[in-house]
């Protein structure tokens, strides 16, 4: 992957200019930390204004290209934190696919407090505004980030307790029909 061993490497990936605002704060944070932000973006986003931050910032590192889950997954591996900057969405009901997709990976993942991840808790770090997002990074990098609350998290929610969940219900809902019971909940 060729990414620097002695440098902080954060990374985001799949968006174009939602992480503009957050620039220069990672700019300070480089100042305290040697960061390096990784930044893929599929093509045919919107990449002008990342291509001048790249010039702008030194620690920016923008690749424009698609990636499998397995590539997606490596850099996740080789990544300190996995940030992602969303506003919340006007819409109520709206919850990170991107959270779903790489929570497993075991990468520390630092979201914007936004209705994207409101019903995330501690598996996740969430940061209210810039500030917050400088002082949740350098927890972050010098290690106070507890990982076994995302591993108690993925135990609890793993594939094979959901799949046991659904079954229970289901039987419980083919018990309540043969017994002649309207109620299904």
């Known amino acids: ?12 990936f799949g968006f174009s200019t939602d992480i503009m605002p957050i620039l220069p704060t990672l700019e300070d944070v480089d100042k305290s930390y040697n960061l390096r932000y990784l930044i893929i973006v599929n093509p045919g986003g919107k990449v002008d204004a990342l291509h001048e931050a790249e ?19 490596t850099y996740l591996h080789a990544s300190d934190v996995l940030l992602i900057h ?7 009901a709206v ?17 914007h407090d936004s209705n994207y991840v409101e019903l995330y808790g501690k598996e996740i770090v969430k940061y209210k505004g810039l500030e917050d997002m400088k002082l949740k990074l350098a927890d972050l990098f010098d290690g106070k980030f507890d990982i076994e609350k995302t591993e108690s998290y993925l135990r ?9 969940r659904f079954i229970q219900l289901f039987e419980k809902v083919r018990e309540d029909r043969r017994s002649g019971s309207e109620r299904i909940w």
């Open 156 to 164: 609890e929610n793993n594939a094979s307790r959901i799949a046991d």
């Open 1 to 12: 992957m060729g990414l620097p061993l002695d440098e902080k490497i954060v990374f985001s």
């Open 55 to 73: 010039k702008r910032y030194n620690f920016v590192d923008l690749k424009i290209k698609a990636v499998s889950i397995n590539e997606l997954y």
């Open 95 to 111: 919850i990170s696919s991107t959270v779903c997709q790489t929570l497993g990976s075991g990468c520390p993942i630092l979201f």
């Open 86 to 92: 969303k506003e919340s969405s006007r819409y109520k």
